[in-house]
């Protein structure tokens, strides 16, 4: 077994200390960089970059080898893996988004949904969690993930991205029977999933519940939040001798921080619009916290990125438990350069809160 030579991403999200806060970006492995479009346009297209656990390894390191300060390498895939391996066809359309060729729409086609098996299923996947994990050599963690069921129940109803899920909210209040069937196929799925990946290489997992803050207060209770506490109670904890941290991050969930927190996750993924501090005096020392810079901010010039880190950090306060991150992935528009004063201010200014 290969010997972490950078843990602090892990003893952060276990609250342990550390010398710096560490920091990692969502989509990190993505279209504002050169090196990245160039791997795609070598695969065909975007599926290919995923299949190929060459290509996904590849990618996965493009960031790591041009900001060698990041504290962790997120695993390159797609959170919409899973309903692909359950039939429904997936496809990029340019400028569109991912679609389904097949759409879920009543309680006879949720019951035909197979539970994908990780290793015969979504071996691609795995193959290049262990590619990567061999790759990375002990530099830094390797991160996991998956969609959370919600949010993969949404694009598999809906037939791709929705601006208002019309149908998905349909089928919720119409036929809330066969909605917790898809959340239950899906909650199976994700946890043999992540497990998969753990057993694979994976060093943390985030699950990513995009679109959990669409939902109403009760509904995202019951028809999310539900889900993901299923999910976390039947991961893998501890492998290859540490523990195996698990993040939560429901975009817009911010009202429902306490709740999120006693779903027994290590930690708490951020989205811009909380306050980190506020946020941390709600949970205690329940969970970590991850984020939350708005990404936005990284179209600003490097002063003003540098100025808004300052903030942040200030604003979480003294002592471990804060991963740095964005409130959601970077954007492909945004210069890599300023990616890089991101990163450099994060680990410049933060030991100051470590002492």
């Not at 009202?255 to 909380?274: F, N, P």
Request: with cysteine; proline share 5%.
């Amino acid at each position: 077994m290969t010997v972490l030579k950078n843990d602090r991403f892990l003893r952060a999200l276990l609250k342990q200390p550390v010398d710096v806060t560490p920091v990692w970006m969502m989509r990190q492995a993505g279209r504002y960089l050169p090196e990245y479009r160039a791997s795609r346009a070598k695969a065909g297209d975007f599926m290919s970059l995923c299949k190929n656990a060459e290509f996904a390894c590849e990618v996965t390191m493009q960031p790591l080898d041009r900001f060698p300060q990041l504290d962790a390498a997120i695993l390159f895939s797609d959170i919409l893996t899973i309903p692909d391996a359950m039939g429904q066809g997936l496809y990029f359309e340019t400028g569109e988004g991912p679609r389904f060729k097949k759409v879920v729409s009543t309680l006879a086609d949720i019951e035909a949904l197979p539970i994908p098996d990780p290793q015969k299923d979504l071996g691609y996947v795995m193959n290049a969690v262990s590619t990567i994990r061999k790759e990375l050599n002990g530099r830094v963690p390797l991160i996991g993930f998956s969609g959370s069921p919600w949010t993969l129940a949404t694009y598999m109803v809906e037939g791709g991205s929705s601006k208002d899920f019309r149908k998905t909210k349909a089928m919720l209040y119409d036929t809330p029977q066969a909605m917790h069937l898809l959340l239950d196929k899906l909650a199976q799925s994700v946890t043999s999933y992540l497990n998969g990946q753990i057993l694979a290489g994976a060093q943390a997992v985030q699950i990513f519940d995009t679109w959990g803050g669409n939902l109403s207060a009760a509904a995202y209770q019951e028809f999310s939040l539900a889900y993901m506490r299923k999910i976390v109670s039947g991961l893998i904890r501890e492998h290859e001798g540490r523990k195996v941290p698990v993040i939560l991050f429901t975009k817009n969930g911010g009202l429902w921080l306490e709740s999120i927190a006693d779903a027994g996750a290590d930690a708490l993924g951020l989205d811009w619009t909380c306050d980190l501090g506020e946020a941390r005096r709600r949970v205690g020392n329940k969970v970590a916290l991850q984020g939350n810079m708005d990404p936005t901010v990284l179209y600003a010039n490097p002063e003003a990125i540098r100025t808004e880190v300052k903030r942040i950090l200030a604003s979480y306060g003294n002592g471990s438990g804060h991963v740095f991150n964005l409130g959601h992935g970077i954007t492909p528009e945004v210069k890599p350069e300023h990616a890089g004063a991101f990163i450099s201010a994060v680990h410049e200014f933060s030991g100051q809160y470590h002492q």
